[in-house]
């Protein structure tokens, strides 16, 4: 049976992965006018949680299985068509490596930080770091699907001023949707790395193209 206990700890926003630091397309959607009250910020959400957060969810329970980290990153790249989200998905990956090795040292672990010195995917790292603390696919599933929405949501508070009480509304609601989220990851990681899904977000790619130009900016992505 997986830890309860650890799965809080690798699912909380404290954990130091570097996620803080990132918007997940949040802060370019607010200036555009996409993002600017708690309806708009669920709707984004909601987007992101079943495109580019399924996709994430699915990576990450393919690495708590057990399958090849390798041949899971080669698919996170060919499923992030964007350059800027790339950078950002194998330095967070770089970050969750620290962070991982020195909770839950796992050998798994220090042969993907030897393999990918800069940094493999972020959703592949937690992946095998949830399998090193005792998770299972679906811990890790859930870990990444409540991040795709989360990180949107503490950005929009600082981003917009939003009302922190509204914001984690919006998490509330979007609770059953990511459980459908964490069990559909789970159940194509199952079928091997060719099921795994290929969401996409086109808007996303573009924006964060755009969002890693801007000279100055709030958050790294």
């Known amino acids: 049976m997986s830890s309860r206990a650890a799965l809080l700890v690798l699912a909380d926003g404290r954990f130091p992965a570097g996620g803080h630091a990132h918007s997940g397309g949040a802060e370019a959607a607010v200036k555009a006018g996409r993002i600017t009250d708690a309806a708009s910020l669920a709707t984004f959400c909601r987007g992101r949680l079943h495109t580019s957060g399924l996709t994430a969810a699915a990576l990450a329970a393919a690495a708590a299985l057990g399958l090849d980290p390798y041949a899971l990153d080669a698919a996170a790249d ?122 996409s977000a086109p808007l996303l790619d573009i924006t964060a193209e755009q969002h890693a130009a801007w000279p100055v900016r709030l958050f790294a992505s």
Do not use: N
Request: charged content about 20%; some cysteine; aromatic content about 4%.
């Open 78 to 199: 060919a499923r992030t068509p964007s350059p800027a989200l790339r950078t950002t998905a194998r330095k967070l990956g770089r970050q969750m490596m620290r962070a991982a090795r020195a909770t839950w040292p796992s050998p798994e672990l220090d042969a993907l930080a030897a393999a990918f010195p800069r940094g493999a995917h972020q959703p592949v790292v937690l992946g095998i770091a949830a399998r090193a603390a005792g998770l299972d696919p679906e811990d890790a599933a859930h870990c990444v699907a409540y991040e795709t929405v989360s990180g949107p949501a503490t950005a929009a508070v600082r981003l917009l001023g939003l009302d922190p009480f509204q914001a984690t509304a919006v998490l509330a609601r979007l609770a059953p949707a990511m459980d459908r989220v964490a069990e559909e990851a789970a159940a194509a990681a199952r079928q091997g790395v060719d099921a795994l899904p290929a969401a």
